[in-house]
Nanobody, 126 residues
Framework: EVQLVESGGGLVQAGGSLRLSCAAS????????IGWFRQAPGKEREGVSC????????LYSDDVKGRFTISRDNAKSTVYLQMNSLTPDDSAVYFC???????????????????WGQGTQVTVSS
C-alpha cells in the first residue's frame, strides 16, 4: 500500500545536474517529512537533505549545501532533489524516505523515518 518510488538517476559528467523525484502513495503525504539519503559502495548511508511536513523547512548536509535543493509538491505527493555542480563524490544510490514522527524541523537521521524507497543510482564521471 505504502510506496515511495525514486526516479531521475543516471550517469552525468562532473559539473552537471540531475533532478531526482520521489513519488509517494498510500499515506497522507503532507503529514510526513521527507528525507533523501545516499549510500556509496564501502560507505555508510548518509543523510543528504530533508524537508519538513509542517512548514516546508529544509536541511542539507555540509557536503551538498549550496549545490542541492529539496522541494515538495504536496498536490502531487512528490518530493524533488535538484542536484547541481555534481562531483564523483556524489555518486551513490539515493533513497527517499518518509517519517511521520519527524515533527518540527526535519532531521536526516535514518532511524526516525518509517517508509523507504528502493533507491535510484547516480553516477558522476570525472
Amino acid at each position: 500500500e505504502v510506496q515511495l518510488v525514486e526516479s531521475g538517476g543516471g550517469l552525468v559528467q562532473a559539473g552537471g545536474s540531475l533532478r531526482l523525484s520521489c513519488a509517494a502513495s498510500g499515506f497522507t503525504f503532507d503529514d510526513y517529512a521527507i528525507g533523501w539519503f545516499r549510500q556509496a559502495p564501502g560507505k555508510e548511508r548518509e543523510g543528504v537533505s530533508c524537508i519538513s511536513a509542517s512548514d516546508g523547512a529544509t536541511l542539507y548536509s555540509d557536503d551538498v549545501k549550496g549545490r542541492f535543493t529539496i522541494s515538495r509538491d504536496n498536490a502531487k505527493s512528490t518530493v524533488y532533489l535538484q542536484m547541481n555542480s555534481l562531483t564523483p563524490d556524489d555518486s551513490a544510490v539515493y533513497f527517499c524516505a518518509a517519517g511521520l514522527a519527524v515533527t518540527g524541523h526535519c532531521i536526516t537521521v535514518a532511524t526516525v523515518y518509517d517508509y523507504w524507497g528502493q533507491g535510484t543510482q547516480v553516477t558522476v564521471s570525472s
